[in-house]
């Protein structure tokens, strides 16, 4: 397995395994190749990695910048992540996990949060963080990991690609 930075040519395999990996998602709204795109078109990926297999993209994580009270303060959002389902449980969500994580921290990243499952989440460090809020969701998917930031306190608002639905 090869993971990298995104490419111009990746753009409708990741779409494709996104697709795929949130077809039967049961909190998914079906959008999240959406969210990607307009990422992408805002100049909002900030880290946009692929998991490659001889040659065939099964999995792929973005990060973008977040707000938290209405300020950039060195804080990303993690998501969508995606791993094409015949290819889950094999260690290919960890290792762009991984790979994202170090990423952000080699930007000088203060932090990231994301909405999910915590069970997965927790073994990366991600955790409920009572100073941090996103209007919304349940407190128990809202975690967030500090780099250098552990006192954040405010409101988190993710990029406004994350609205778009189409």
Known sequence: MNIRNEKRA???PIANVTIAAFKTCPYSR???QFIIDALRNAGGLSVSLVAEIDGTIVGHIAFSPITI???SCGWY??????????????GI???LMQEG??????????GCALVGDPNYYRQFGFKNTPGLILEGVPKENFLALS???PDARGTVIFHEAFTADH
């Open 30 to 32: 079906q959008t999240e």
């Open 101 to 110: 994580i170090s990423k952000l921290k080699s930007l000088g990243a203060a």
């Open 10 to 12: 990746d753009i409708e």
């Open 93 to 95: 969500g960890k290792a």
């Open 147 to 149: 780099f250098n930031d």
């Open 77 to 90: 959002g993690l998501g969508p992540l995606s791993v094409l389902p015949a290819h889950q449980k094999q």
């Open 69 to 71: 009270d209405g300020r």
